[in-house]
Nanobody, 118 residues
Framework: QAQFVESGGGLVQPGGSLRLSCKSSVQSFSYYAMGWYRQAPGKQRELVAGIRADGGRRSYVESVEGRFTISRDDAGRMVYLQMNSLKPEDTAVYYC???????????WGQGTQVTVSS
């Protein structure tokens, strides 16, 4: 049973921006380190951004550093990913889940498609 519902994806031109949202139904959400993942066609799913339970420490894969920002709203059980200066190589289905480096993932949601193309 999926614990996350992602939204906010779409088609955007190179250099554009999108803001992804993730609504969680996980109990005690605020205790979990969370992450945004993406999976491009023919590739494995990868963690692109993580945020600790206290919302302080954030980490990013090198390819998105300086362009993406992860944030969270524990009261609303939400996680966000602000994506700026998008590139064609950012095209993928994006998912949120717990940060697998810290805690086991829950069931995956449907994800939201991001397509960067002119």
């Amino acid at each position: 049973q999926a614990q996350f519902v992602e939204s906010g994806g779409g088609l955007v031109q190179p250099g554009g921006s999108l803001r992804l949202s993730c609504k969680s139904s996980v109990q005690s959400f605020s205790y979990y380190a969370m992450g945004w993942y993406r999976q491009a066609p023919g590739k494995q799913r990868e963690l692109v951004a993580g945020i600790r339970a206290d919302g302080g420490r954030r980490s990013y894969v090198e390819s998105v550093e300086g362009r993406f920002t992860i944030s969270r709203d524990d009261a609303g059980r939400m996680v966000y990913l602000q994506m700026n200066s998008l590139k064609p190589e950012d095209t993928a289905v994006y998912y949120c889940n717990t940060d697998h480096r810290i805690v086991k993932n829950f069931a995956w949601g449907q994800g939201t498609q991001v397509t960067v193309s002119s």
